[in-house]
């Protein structure tokens, strides 16, 4: 990374852009609010892309070191991210218990840095059944919330 | 002290087991991301129904107080909320618990709740009538100024960038907007998803936001979540008592708070710990320290939150209005098992009342042995648990907290689209907290704003409305002030540093 | 073939008969019963108050469940998702399950839902502070049509129950009033007992709940409800106010008709319980008996009646 561009706070310029378009829209979908309803939507879009603005040109002025880009796994970052898209969207229809069996295994995976050994894979896999029994228990039962059973369990 | 003959009453072993089972059932519960103080209390209401209604109260305080302290747990260990009121905890908790002093954190939030919680009950104890006139007098214009009050705190947090953290707060605003409009009925930025009809829920957004960036970054590096850098032996309870002492001002002063907001309905801890935060570190011989791990920013939000528990009381008690979300439940507790609140409440049925708040103060006194004990198991627990097992752990409490708050599974799908999201904002540089207070501001700031334009619209002065009223005067008046203040402040350092 | 035709019709005959026997046996086990909005509320206080009297009437306890969001929507949409048992039963609303479809998608339709039983009301009523200018009705209207606009009422959300009795009065009444939405009934009496509005539009459990914080001016009844005897009704002020927010239960629609008048002969016997009754006017609360054989007729004009006022008010989906 060149020098100048390393001083610049690329990523905040990004995410003030994103927040800019984001206002954008908020003000363009606003067209169809009754009149009460909207002043209080388009004074915020239009507060928010002022700020964004602001932001960018301070950024862009005043060159401050950028957040050190934190140490990267990033393929453990994005299964992460997926599995837990995937526990949201399962979770009704293929059954709570099931899919946070399947999710909770899959992320035991993803967080787990040491060599794979048979015992360590039984010893994760009692000690992960009952953290998740337990704590499925307590949310079942004991709080009577009502986890959806969908097609499985 | 009034209805001091009723403490006797307070104090049968059947109570006493009351108390001490509620604190823990709370602490747990509100410990636990997702599950708020509501919700502990709406799950336990019906095994009061048996008791009598001073028993019940009792239980149900106890275990509010308990939830509200509870939530600094995962505040502290995990930077995510237990439940709203611990947002502010966040701010100086989890940054002490990384430095390796999350043990002292924890051991201070007991402190700081204990205190908290008695002072606002002595409020409720002396001053409950004429302090529900007060809240009386704040209408929807008064919400709104409070509202802005708080979002301009937001701005004042945000050590490393004002703009950044007001864009965030606006973000958050308009977060809020989404779903049905409450003045007008609009629809608003809903589409087609169905899960957005009822809007952002305020816990699901604060799972997400807080607790799934935390996620992300913990499976990225194989480093331990935190590090212990001594024994993990006593309570430190030497240390923190010997700070909270040095503190005192600072917990009188967001003891003080804390129960004044609290009795505002439908302002709740989240407000009261964040204006509790600021002023401490307004006043404060080294404001900079604060948000890198000052224990003093632990006590302000800690004891502020606490004390809304007595606070909301009064309001609920005497007016018959919920203070706070779970006043409610218990007002529909109390409904059931035939008590009218009201004047009469403190007057001729004023055995209930005053041997419920003799009670409280019990609960919250018992609060301090049994906190310190379940927080130095919580502690060494998240610690010492291998990444393997906490990260799934609490990945499926946020699903499963996030799905209990309505019962609904569009929360959970909120819950981590606000988390993907969260974590890519927090790469840019924008935190979660301007964006929650922002959402839980929001709500209130408009629902003031257009209620308080409508009612001055109906006398013919709509803008007039909103600066003659004396609180709303007040109000602005703080606003003012602590827009100004940093300002002031710069001024003078670098008046100081020039004169060198 | 022969025997598969007649396997067939011993399977058949089987199944009704264990239906039969099945629904003769009802209910074995413990009922859910949903309630569409959060705890506490009058929803909530309402099956509570059920639930000992479903354990005396059937020996089965009942789950209370709370499933809130968009206002109700969010279970109701729900419900028809659900096994048709008879062990689950739904709180309904009117005119929110009326009114809700008409304004915008909300995921389901009136008719889908299947009520068994209108068990009681929460009248409307207008209520002051206690010290109020105005000491009755007469006085409210007087000062609305001197100054049109300037006396305002609160009550509970946007195009509710409250808001559609203030625009029916108004229209009753002659006058121009407006209306400040609040978010439920507790920051409604806020604003009514602050004195930040000249009045709400609320419901008699509230005045009964308020007690002599505040004054009743009227209420929506037929006559005068027994735990508010000062308060006049609006028929004797010579306005034909009688309404209201009417709670009901539902069972999902796949429940067998048979099932469905079980569960509906259930919730009669134990809205004529004495003790109950009793419970429940205490409150405020009104009773009303509408079980599932009158249940199309009164279904039909509910949807008339608030069709013609969301029309009038404009807010019919477009």
């Not at chain 2, 699903?399 to 790469?427: E, T």
Request: charged share 15%.
């Amino acid at each position: 990374m060149s020098e100048s561009a390393a001083r610049r706070d690329l990523p905040g310029i990004a995410g003030a852009a994103f927040f800019i378009v984001m206002g954008g829209l908020a003000l363009w979908f606003s067209r169809e609010f009754t009149p009460l309803g909207s002043v209080f939507p388009r004074t915020i879009a239009v507060t928010m892309i002022l700020l964004s603005v602001a932001y960018i040109a301070v950024a862009f002025l005043r060159p401050a070191a950028a957040a050190p880009a934190p140490a990267a796994s990033t393929w453990r970052r994005v299964a992460l991210m997926v599995v837990l898209v995937a526990w949201a969207l399962l979770l009704e229809r293929v059954g709570f218990l099931v899919t946070s069996i399947a999710c909770y295994a899959a992320i035991l995976v993803i967080s787990n840095y040491d060599r794979w050994t048979p015992r360590m894979a039984v010893m994760y896999a009692l000690s992960g059944a009952a953290v998740l029994g337990g704590l499925y228990a307590i949310f079942k039962f004991v709080l009577q919330v009502p986890l959806p059973a969908g097609m499985l369990l | 002290m009034p209805g001091i003959e009723f403490l006797l009453g307070a104090l049968t072993p059947f109570n006493i087991l009351l108390a001490v089972g509620g604190v823990i059932a709370g602490t747990i519960i509100g410990a636990l991301p997702g599950l708020t103080a509501t919700m502990a209390i709406a799950v336990l209401v019906p095994f009061t129904f048996g008791i009598p209604p001073s028993s019940a109260l009792i239980a149900l305080g106890a275990i509010y107080t308990g939830a509200i302290y509870g939530g600094a747990y995962s505040a502290v260990l995990l930077n995510t909320p237990g439940t709203p009121s611990a947002i502010a905890t966040t701010f100086d908790g989890y940054p002490m618990a990384k430095k390796g002093d999350g043990d002292l954190a924890i051991t201070l939030a007991c402190l700081a709740s204990v205190i908290g919680g008695l002072v606002g009950a002595a409020f409720l104890l002396l001053l409950a009538p004429p302090m529900a006139q007060v809240a009386l007098k704040f209408g929807p214009v008064e919400y709104f100024w409070l509202a802005v009050f708080g979002l301009t705190l937001i701005a004042s947090l945000s050590e490393s960038s004002v703009l950044r953290g007001l864009v965030g707060a606006c973000v958050g605003l308009l977060l809020g907007t989404v779903g049905v409009a409450e003045v007008g009925g609009d629809i608003r930025y809903v589409g087609n998803f169905q899960a957005l009809l009822g809007g952002f829920d305020v816990v699901s957004a604060l799972i997400g936001l807080y607790c799934v960036p935390v996620l992300i970054d913990l499976v990225a590096t194989p480093d331990p979540h935190l590090k212990l850098t001594h024994q993990v032996a006593g309570f430190r309870l030497g240390e923190a008592l010997r700070i909270a002492w040095a503190s005192k001002v600072n917990l009188a002063r967001s003891s003080l708070i804390g129960t004044v907001v609290g009795i505002l309905p439908g302002a709740g801890g989240s407000i009261a710990s964040l204006v509790a935060y600021s002023e401490a570190k307004r006043v404060a011989k080294h404001p900079e320290r604060f948000g890198k791990g000052e224990p003093d920013g632990v006590l302000a939000t800690e004891s502020s939150n606490n004390a809304t528990v007595g606070g909301g009381f009064i309001p609920t008690l005497v007016l018959g209005i919920p203070g706070t979300p779970p006043d409610a439940v218990i007002l529909g507790a109390l409904m059931v098992q035939g008590i009218r609140t009201g004047p009469q409440l403190f007057g001729e049925q004023s055995e209930i009342v005053y041997t419920f708040i003799y009670g409280l103060f019990i609960a919250t006194i018992l609060m301090l042995p049994i906190g310190l004990v379940i927080g130095r198991y919580a502690f060494k627990s998240i610690v010492s648990i291998p990444k393997a097992l906490l990260v799934p752990s609490v990945a499926f409490l946020t699903i499963v907290g996030s799905f209990a708050v309505q019962n609904n599974a569009h929360d959970v799908q909120q819950m981590v689209a606000l988390g993907i999201f969260g974590w890519l904002a927090s790469r840019a540089g924008f935190t979660a907290s301007p964006i929650v207070l922002g959402l839980i501001l929001g709500t209130i700031a408009e629902s003031g704003f257009v209620r308080g334009y409508l009612i001055g619209n109906a006398r013919g002065e709509p803008v007039s409305e909103f600066f003659t009223r004396p609180i709303s005067i007040g109000i602005i008046v703080f606003i003012l002030i602590g827009l100004m203040y940093p300002v002031i402040t710069a001024r003078r350092r670098a008046k100081g540093s020039t004169n060198e | 073939m022969k025997s598969i035709a007649k396997t067939f019709a011993g399977a058949i005959a089987l199944t009704a008969a264990t239906i039969g026997i099945a629904a003769a046996a009802y209910p074995e086990k413990t009922i859910n019963y949903i309630i569409a909005f959060g705890p506490g509320g009058e929803s909530d206080v309402s099956a509570r108050l059920q639930e000992p009297f479903f354990k005396k009437y059937t020996g089965q306890s009942v789950a209370i469940q709370y499933k809130a969001g968009a206002g109700g929507a969010a279970a109701w949409s729900q419900i028809n998702s659900v096994p048709g048992d008879g062990y689950t039963i739904i709180g309904t609303n009117l005119p929110h399950i009326v009114l809700q479809p008409l304004q915008k998608d909300v995921g389901y339709k009136t008719a889908e839902i299947a009520n068994v039983y209108w068990f009681h009301y929460t009248p409307d009523a207008i209520m002051v502070p206690a010290d109020s200018p105005y000491k009755t009705l007469k006085d409210l209207i007087a000062a609305a049509k001197k100054a049109p606009g300037t006396v305002t009422f609160t009550g509970s959300g946007t195009n509710t129950a409250n808001h559609l009795a203030q625009r029916r009065f108004d229209k009753l009444a002659g006058m121009t009033t407006t209306y400040i939405p609040s978010k439920g009934t507790g920051e409604s009496n806020t604003a009514l007992l602050g004195k930040h509005v000249s009045a709400a539009f609320s419901y008699s459990t509230v005045g009964v709940q308020l007690g002599s914080q505040v004054r009743c001016l009227a209420v929506a009844m037929d006559k005068r409800h027994p735990a508010l005897p000062d308060c006049p009704t609006f028929k004797e002020m010579g306005y034909d106010l009688v309404s209201g927010a009417y709670r009901g239960l539902a069972v999902p629609n796949t429940t067998p008709k048979a099932l469905q008048k079980q569960v509906s002969d259930l919730i009669g016997k134990i809205n004529k319980d004495p003790a109950f009754v009793k419970s429940m006017e205490d409150k405020g609360f009104a009773m009303v008996d509408i079980g599932l054989d009158q249940m199309d007729a009164f279904m039909a004009k509910e949807q008339k009646q608030t069709e013609a006022i969301a029309r009038e008010m404009g807010i019919m989906k477009k």
